[in-house]
């Protein structure tokens, strides 16, 4: 063994012992899974997390803060779910590199978080194996998707694009979706309006629209509706 060799620091993937460490912002509003996601990132030298967020508002907060390399964002998260959030960021920070962890086994999520800006959709159920190839996959970037479902929404997906089809179109809008979920949590139209600076009024429209959209009658509905979809949990 040469004395680089020794010297190279453990699970360092090979040409890249010069490269400095990807910078990771690590939201998840589950204090146990982001313990166990570091875990795993700390166990790689090239791979550091800088910051931790346990809801999509306040990663959005911290990745303009702190610029990191990868966000790494939990779907089902308080405030803005984690595809609000990628969208932001793509938005706002288009260089920084976005991966998906979820327990959502679903094809809408998948082609929902592409469109969203993120480059990877890796399940917490198998994470241990996937997840430090995926930031690895990203920040070269290429795509990554957990390997048992790489075949059937590849196919799907082209098969849309060669039919002419478009993706599945989108019940509510984006904000509706922000205003839908901040209902559900129990936030008043008053602290909406001041979380997406708008006025208690235009909250009032929207609640009103998507009330008539989706064929519902008051909150508790607008509740059912939201943890169906994901948008929060039960």
């Known amino acids: ?3 680089q060799s020794k010297n190279q620091p453990r699970n360092q993937p090979k040409g890249q012992a010069e490269q400095p460490p ?10 146990l899974v982001r313990r166990g996601v570091r875990l795993i990132l700390d166990g790689e030298s090239d791979l550091v997390v800088i910051a931790e967020a346990d809801d999509g508002a306040e990663a959005v907060a911290q990745a303009r803060a702190l610029r990191p390399d990868l966000a790494i964002l ?10 609000q959030a990628a969208r932001e960021l793509s938005r706002v920070l288009p260089d920084l590199r976005i991966l998906i962890l979820t327990m959502y086994d679903n094809e809408q999520y998948f082609f929902e978080a592409l469109s969203a800006g993120a480059s ?10 996937d997840l430090v190839e995926a930031c690895r996959a990203t920040m070269r970037g290429e795509p990554f998707l957990y390997p048992g479902a790489v075949n059937a929404l590849v196919r799907n997906y082209l098969d849309r694009v060669r039919e002419g089809r478009a993706l599945p179109p989108r019940a509510i809008t984006e904000r509706e979706e922000e205003i839908l979920k ?5 936030h008043t139209s008053q602290d909406i309006a001041d979380l997406l600076v708008i006025s208690p009024k235009t909250v009032e429209r929207h609640r009103a629209n998507l009330l008539q959209k989706l064929g519902m009658k008051d909150r508790l509905e ?13």
């Open 222 to 234: 607008l509740t059912r509706y939201a943890i169906r979809v994901g948008l929060i949990e039960p």
């Open 22 to 31: 990807t910078r990771i912002l690590l939201a998840d509003d589950h204090a």
């Open 182 to 186: 901040l209902v559900a949590e129990g």
């Open 120 to 129: 990877g959709y890796v399940l917490k159920s198998v994470a241990d194996r």
């Open 74 to 83: 939990d779907i089902a998260m308080p405030r803005l779910t984690g595809l």
């Open 1 to 3: 063994m040469t004395d």
